[in-house]
């Protein structure tokens, strides 16, 4: 585990790579007991709650190792805070988010793999995974948890709620060619834009954004009566 925890927090691990060395965390467990192999990994994954050991495992030293680099590279007033906020600013813009809070929030709607491109993103997925609070950010930097916030609903936010409905039709099998949209309530002009809606939202934003439409907020709206249309 020291071997892991020496780099963790520096290289882009894999999901299928941390669960490789789960089971070699969990192996080594199993021999310091004294235990067959044969014997239930959940006794030492389980928390003590659950009647499990509660052992340590790679996720809670990734975490771990990822937070205190935060922390040391943000202590001091220097050249390696400016570069790990600047990353921050780039990882925020690369997600659409306003805060490093809904960085977070946002991780719920990726895959592990899809999410740890770069250090911000890998630090917002573990501590999304592993359900633990940013309380500490404004203590590292008042702009940490705070950066980019302007009271607009950013352009992630807006869209996020039609995103978590095609997650959650995706993780139960559905698609959107063989589910039929009127089981989940929805007309077929919003079933075809919430799997088309994505990839245009990536394609576009940078566009609005460039144009200083930062937030939904910002463009143009047009208001129209029922009368009017008639």
């Known amino acids: 585990m020291g071997v892991f925890r020496f ?10 790579e941390l669960n490789d060395v789960k089971r070699l965390c969990v ?15 959940a006794l030492f994954i389980f928390p003590k709650t659950h009647a499990g050991k509660e052992s340590t495992l790679p996720m809670a030293v990734l975490t771990q190792e990822l937070l205190l680099h935060a922390e040391r590279c943000m202590r001091h007033e220097d050249a390696s805070k400016t570069i790990m906020l600047a990353g921050l600013n780039r990882t925020l813009d690369e997600w659409l988010c306003d ?3 809904e960085l977070i929030e946002e991780m719920e709607l990726w895959k592990w793999d899809d999410a740890t491109g770069d250090f911000w993103s890998r630090l917002a997925k573990a501590l999304q995974q592993s359900n633990i609070s940013v309380t500490w950010a404004e203590q590292l930097d ?19 709620s039609i995103r978590e409905c095609k997650m959650r039709i995706e993780r139960i099998g559905g698609s959107r060619l063989d589910t039929d949209s009127t089981v989940w309530g929805l007309d077929q002009t919003t079933w075809e834009l919430m799997w088309a809606g994505e990839a245009a939202m990536r394609k576009s934003i940078p566009a609005l954004r460039q144009a200083e439409y930062e937030s939904i907020a910002d463009l143009p709206s047009i208001q129209k009566s029922y009368r009017e249309k008639a």
């Open 7 to 16: 780099s963790a927090a520096l290289i882009e691990w894999s999901e299928s």
């Open 27 to 41: 192996q080594a467990y199993k021999n310091a007991w004294h235990l067959p192999q044969s014997t239930a990994s």
């Open 99 to 101: 805060s490093f809070v």
């Open 142 to 160: 008042s702009r940490l948890a705070s950066v980019h916030t302007t009271g607009k609903l950013s352009w992630a936010a807006a869209t996020r």
